[in-house]
């Protein structure tokens, strides 16, 4: 991905008809969505964080409905986790993972800063990789990703 993440996200929002503001907020709060209006916390230190948050908040513009704030409602609790999962996918998709490993980047904290995430965004999004396909998926019919320790293995085929 490329290091104007949040910029690209600014404008697929725009595209949406989604207005995004920042301003200060309870730490506890790094975004909110509401009726095609993002807040992201303005006291998020850096443009990574706030392109984690702004893409799971436009995860809730795609993928939720009414009132959420209640995380003790099992629905609710739902609609965040599919919001999470559209922001996992939209900014760590597998392709990135393969990416990176072709660049020959290691290590998480090289990962993140190269696909363009936090760190602990990107562990979170392999986290929902493992659970969703297992300890690993094959991509393509020529990578084998690995999820627990993250890994890539490039398949060769016989001619």
Same mark, same amino acid.
């Given at each position: 991905?490329?290091?104007?993440?949040?910029?690209?996200?600014?404008?697929?929002?725009?595209?949406?008809?989604?207005?995004?503001?920042e301003?200060?907020?309870?730490?506890?709060?790094?975004?909110?969505?509401?009726d095609?209006?993002?807040?992201?916390?303005?006291?998020?230190?850096? *443009?990574?964080?706030?392109?984690?948050?702004? %893409? !799971?908040? =436009? $995860?809730?513009?795609?993928?939720?409905?009414? &009132?959420? @704030? /209640?995380q003790?409602?099992?629905?609710?609790?739902?609609?965040?986790?599919?919001?999470?999962?559209w922001?996992?996918?939209?900014?760590?998709?597998?392709?990135?993972?393969?990416?990176?490993?072709?660049? *020959?980047?290691?290590?998480?904290?090289?990962? %993140? !800063?190269? =696909? $363009?995430?936090?760190?602990?965004?990107?562990? &979170?999004? @392999? /986290?929902?990789?493992?659970?969703?396909?297992?300890?690993?998926?094959?991509?393509?019919?020529?990578?084998?990703?690995?999820?627990?320790?993250?890994?890539?293995?490039?398949?060769f085929?016989?001619s």
């Open positions: 991905m490329t290091p104007l993440i949040y910029d690209n996200l600014l404008r697929e929002a725009e595209h949406l008809c989604i207005d995004v503001h301003k200060p907020m309870s730490p506890r709060n790094k975004g909110l969505y509401g095609n209006v993002i807040w992201i916390n303005k006291m998020l230190i850096t *443009r990574t964080e706030k392109a984690c948050t702004l %893409a !799971e908040e =436009i $995860g809730h513009y795609h993928t939720s409905y009414g &009132d959420i @704030i /209640d003790s409602d099992v629905c609710a609790r739902r609609q965040e986790l599919r919001a999470r999962q922001a996992y996918w939209r900014l760590v998709p597998l392709t990135e993972i393969v990416r990176a490993y072709k660049a *020959r980047v290691s290590g998480r904290h090289e990962i %993140a !800063e190269f =696909i $363009g995430v936090t760190e602990e965004f990107l562990q &979170d999004s @392999i /986290d929902r990789y493992r659970d969703k396909f297992g300890l690993f998926v094959v991509l393509d019919k020529r990578y084998t990703i690995y999820f627990d320790p993250l890994s890539v293995a490039e398949l085929q016989e």
